[in-house]
T-cell receptor, first 113, second 112 residues
Framework: EAAVTQSPRNKVAVTGGKVTLSCNQT?????MYWYRQDTGHGLRLIHY???????EKGDIPDGYKASRPSQENFSLILELATPSQTSVYFC????????????FGKGTRLTVV | GEKVEQHESTLSVREGDSAVINCTYT??????FPWYKQEAGKSLHFVID?????DRKQSQRLIVLLDKKAKRFSLHITATQPEDSAIYFC???????????FGSGTKLTVEP
């Protein structure tokens, strides 16, 4: 079973603070993704990556940066956290190319107060 | 980018009945359509998919139908069981890419 590990699993941050969400995968997948899940919106794509050193913008990248320093690791960075970024964040990984299964981490619940 | 609309936000069925969840997409270049299941408080896991070269796929009690002309696809769960209760997400991605765009989810409740 493919493994995607997110840390932390829960985080409370203050408005204006910097938050880093980390994701590690041991599947040797080229692609990694960050989504946020909010009631009524489903999963929305924030950033994704095709491999080490690459980051691409998804549908809602504003207020977020991403970093892919290695095949295994993909971080989501909130430089100036806002209450509107309170959400559950999911990291996922998958092989390159169409139509291969994407594997999700267990999620990070972020609350910005 | 691709926009995937999931039409039923909630769905309630009796155990043993069938459940149908419908999705539409906007990008004619989309060619891969997976479905994911999220049980309460848990992450998402893959349940079934369909590619644009077929219009029907079945895996045990799950059937996926694809109508490319209408840009519509659907998940049919037959003989529902209480353990089918979950949120189901449809998704779409384009040929040669593996970037999934998700619908808003359908909360399915199977009542005994």
């Amino acid at each position: 079973e493919a493994a995607v590990t997110q840390s932390p699993r829960n985080k409370v941050a203050v408005t204006g603070g910097k938050v880093t969400l980390s994701c590690n995968q041991t599947n040797n997948h080229n692609n990694m993704y960050w989504y946020r899940q909010d009631t009524g919106h489903g999963l929305r794509l924030i950033h994704y990556s095709y491999g080490a050193g690459s980051t691409e913008k998804g549908d809602i990248p504003d207020g977020y940066k991403a970093s892919r320093p290695s095949q295994e690791n993909f971080s989501l960075i909130l430089e100036l956290a806002t209450p509107s970024q309170t959400s559950v964040y999911f990291c996922a990984s998958g092989d390159a190319g169409e139509g291969t299964e994407v594997f999700f981490g267990k999620g990070t619940r972020l609350t910005v107060v | 980018g691709e926009k995937v609309e999931q039409h039923e936000s909630t769905l309630s069925v009796r155990e043993g009945d069938s459940a149908v969840i419908n999705c539409t997409y906007t990008d004619t270049a989309s060619s891969y359509f997976p479905w994911y299941k999220q049980e309460a408080g848990k992450s998402l896991h893959f349940v079934i998919d369909i590619r644009s070269n077929v219009d029907r796929k079945q895996s045990q009690r799950l059937i996926v139908l694809l109508d490319k002309k209408a840009k519509r696809f659907s998940l049919h769960i037959t003989a529902t069981q209480p353990e089918d209760s979950a949120i189901y997400f449809c998704a779409a991605s384009k040929a040669n890419y593996n970037v999934l765009y998700f619908g808003s989810g359908t909360k399915l409740t199977v009542e005994p």
